[in-house]
């Protein structure tokens, strides 16, 4: 009876009780709206084709369990906006005689109860974690063996022990180095890996995870053929290394399956809008400031000789060149008196700052001063090579003499404004201005972009920092 009762609630708040319930929530709002007979049946039957089809498109399938349990809210958002979308656009082209109010209303009450499920879901799986504490665990669908068990093994057992949902049993673990008695939590150590064909020969096993250190990765070869030949799956992790700061991410190459270690955020909804933004606001940045650019254009040609506009080649994501825009602010020819002033230089590090440079104009200082000079790097973002938040772009030359730790600042796109904007700007030695890029890159998200944008506009106002 325990089993019984395990699986149905497992069942319940998987995929089946999800499509289950959903079709169950559109029969009783379609026939609390009044439609009835062949057009409700087909209705439900679209729903159920187009839930199926997002579980069997959504991605890689679960390993241990073909049951998929959602255990945070953003996957339920995610999955019922998506389903929402297909099933609404499939029935504008069916073309059924169904109002608007009564699929906003199937979709909000499907929305709501959905939530209800994942919580619901939540005391059932903290419910089946009392029971396994009190015995109920003398049945598991799966059994596995974990190979390490150094903290990649332990980290993959705690996972396992505190997944119900998964209904996995850990059978035990295998390691290369280990030849005493030895337990994890009650999980025995089972031997060397060279007695795999004796093991699976004589008990269920259903997988194989691979959680071994970096130095152990060569030796599990033979391990390798050996559950190939005999049919047993292995799960090899991903994070075989031990990234400190980037995360491992399964990738494609042209069709070709590859985990892929990034040091960079790479949520791709939020990407998404981040790059619309960029978009959006530089347009806009250029039209309100219109009659500002054409005022300073005309100050610039008045004053002295040369271009309105300063190009200077700086780098970019990952260290592609581009041309940086910029108002002119010196003296025409200014880059050739630099090495004349190097003595002068009161930054820290490779970057070249003086407060008082003299090969600034008048008009120059007044546009550095409220950053009027940075407006034609719109353009800049406009063109995709920059972002309206984001490191500033550096020279080639500073590059040439990063450290290695500084070099991450190329791994995410420049943008117009960023940390050290808001923090001071030239007030900040090198090192520190360093450290905030990588804090910006580290906690990067949209909000941490919003804040920016808010706190640059006072920060130039006061011109702080500012040379």
Same mark, same amino acid.
């Given at each position: 009876?325990?089993?019984?009762?395990?699986?149905?609630?497992?069942?319940?708040?998987?995929?089946?009780?999800?499509?289950?319930?959903s079709?169950?929530i559109?029969?009783v709002?379609?026939?609390?709206a009044?439609?009835?007979?062949?057009?409700?049946?087909?209705?439900?039957? #679209?729903?159920?084709?187009?839930?199926i089809?997002?579980?069997?498109?959504?991605?890689?399938?679960?390993v241990?369990?073909?049951?998929?349990?959602?255990?945070?809210?953003?996957?339920?958002?995610?999955?019922?906006s998506?389903?929402?979308?297909?099933?609404?656009?499939?029935?504008?082209?069916?073309?059924?005689?169904?109002?608007?109010?009564?699929?906003?209303?199937?979709?909000?009450?499907?929305?709501?109860?959905?939530?209800?499920?994942?919580?619901?879901?939540?005391?059932?799986?903290?419910?089946?974690?009392r029971?396994?504490?009190?015995?109920?665990?003398?049945?598991?669908?799966?059994?596995?063996?974990?190979?390490?068990?150094?903290?990649?093994?332990?980290?993959v057992a705690?996972?396992? #022990?505190?997944s /119900?949902?998964?209904?996995?049993?850990?059978?035990g673990?295998?390691?290369?180095?280990?030849?005493?008695?030895?337990?994890?939590?009650?999980i025995?150590l @089972?031997?060397?890996?060279?007695?795999?064909?004796?093991?699976? %020969?004589?008990r269920?096993?259903d997988?194989?995870?691979?959680?071994?250190d970096?130095?152990?990765?060569?030796?599990?070869?033979?391990?390798?053929?050996?559950?190939?030949?005999?049919?047993?799956?292995?799960?090899?992790? /991903?994070?075989?290394?031990?990234?400190?700061?980037?995360?491992?991410?399964p990738?494609?190459?042209?069709?070709?399956?590859?985990?892929?270690?990034?040091?960079?955020? $790479?949520g791709q909804?939020?990407?998404?809008?981040?790059?619309?933004?960029?978009?959006?606001?530089?347009?806009?940045?250029l039209?309100l400031?219109?009659? @500002?650019?054409?005022i300073?254009?005309?100050?610039?040609?008045?004053e002295?000789?040369? /271009?309105?506009?300063?190009?200077?080649?700086?780098?970019?994501?990952?260290?592609?060149?581009?041309?940086?825009?910029?108002?002119?602010?010196?003296?025409d020819?200014?880059?050739t008196?630099?090495?004349?002033?190097?003595?002068?230089?009161?930054?820290?590090?490779?970057?070249f700052?003086?407060k $008082?440079?003299p090969?600034?104009?008048?008009?120059?200082?007044?546009?550095?001063k409220? %950053?009027?000079d940075?407006?034609?790097?719109?353009?800049?973002? #406009?063109?995709?090579?920059?972002?309206l938040?984001?490191?500033?772009?550096?020279?080639p030359?500073?590059?040439?003499?990063?450290? /290695?730790?500084?070099?991450?600042?190329l791994s995410?796109?420049?943008?117009?404004?960023?940390?050290?904007?808001?923090?001071?700007?030239?007030?900040?030695d090198f090192?520190?201005?360093?450290r905030?890029?990588?804090?910006?890159?580290?906690?990067?998200?949209?909000?941490?972009?919003?804040? @920016?944008?808010a706190?640059?506009?006072?920060?130039?106002?006061? %011109?702080?920092?500012? %040379?």
């Open positions: 009876m325990h089993k019984i009762s395990k699986r149905i609630l497992l069942h319940l708040s998987g995929q089946a009780g999800v499509i289950g319930l079709a169950l559109l029969l709002v379609m026939c609390l009044g439609y009835t007979g062949a057009v409700v049946y087909e209705m439900i039957a #679209l729903l159920t084709l187009v839930r089809g997002y579980y069997l498109t959504r991605g890689p399938a679960p241990l369990t073909a049951i998929f349990v959602r255990k945070r809210l953003k996957k339920v958002l995610n999955e019922e998506r389903v929402a979308i297909a099933f609404v656009a499939a029935c504008y082209v069916l073309q059924w005689p169904v109002g608007r109010k009564a699929i906003i209303m199937f979709l909000t009450v499907n929305f709501i109860v959905q939530m209800a499920t994942l919580f619901l879901a939540r005391t059932g799986r903290r419910a089946l974690v029971r396994a504490r009190e015995g109920w665990n003398a049945d598991f669908a799966k059994q596995v063996v974990i190979v390490g068990t150094g903290a990649k093994g332990c980290e705690d996972m396992i #022990l505190r /119900p949902e998964l209904d996995t049993l850990l059978a673990f295998l390691d290369y180095h280990r030849r005493e008695l030895w337990r994890y939590r009650d025995p @089972l031997g060397h890996p060279d007695i795999l064909p004796k093991l699976a %020969s004589s269920q096993v997988a194989l995870i691979v959680a071994v970096p130095e152990d990765m060569a030796r599990t070869r033979t391990l390798f053929e050996t559950a190939e030949k005999m049919g047993v799956t292995v799960c090899l992790l /991903p994070n075989v290394y031990n990234a400190e700061i980037a995360r491992a991410r990738g494609y190459i042209n069709g070709t399956p590859v985990v892929v270690y990034r040091a960079v955020p $790479d909804t939020a990407r998404a809008v981040k790059w619309m933004i960029d978009k959006v606001g530089a347009l806009a940045g039209i400031a219109l009659p @500002l650019i054409l300073t254009a005309v100050a610039i040609k008045l002295s000789r040369g /271009p309105v506009l300063f190009k200077q080649v700086r780098l970019g994501l990952n260290g592609k060149t581009f041309h940086l825009y910029k108002f002119r602010t010196m003296c020819g200014a880059e008196q630099k090495d004349c002033l190097r003595a002068m230089n009161e930054m820290s590090g490779p970057v700052k003086i $008082d440079d090969r600034v104009t008048p008009v120059g200082r007044l546009l550095r409220y %950053s009027i940075e407006l034609p790097q719109f353009l800049n973002v #406009l063109k995709g090579e920059m972002s938040v984001g490191p500033r772009p550096p020279l030359k500073e590059v040439a003499q990063y450290e /290695p730790w500084q070099h991450r600042k995410v796109k420049p943008g117009v404004t960023c940390l050290w904007q808001v923090n001071g700007r030239n007030e900040i090192d520190d201005w360093m905030l890029d990588l804090e910006y890159i580290d906690n990067w998200s949209l909000w941490l972009d919003t804040k @920016l944008l706190r640059t506009i006072p920060a130039v106002i006061k %011109s702080r920092g500012a %040379s």
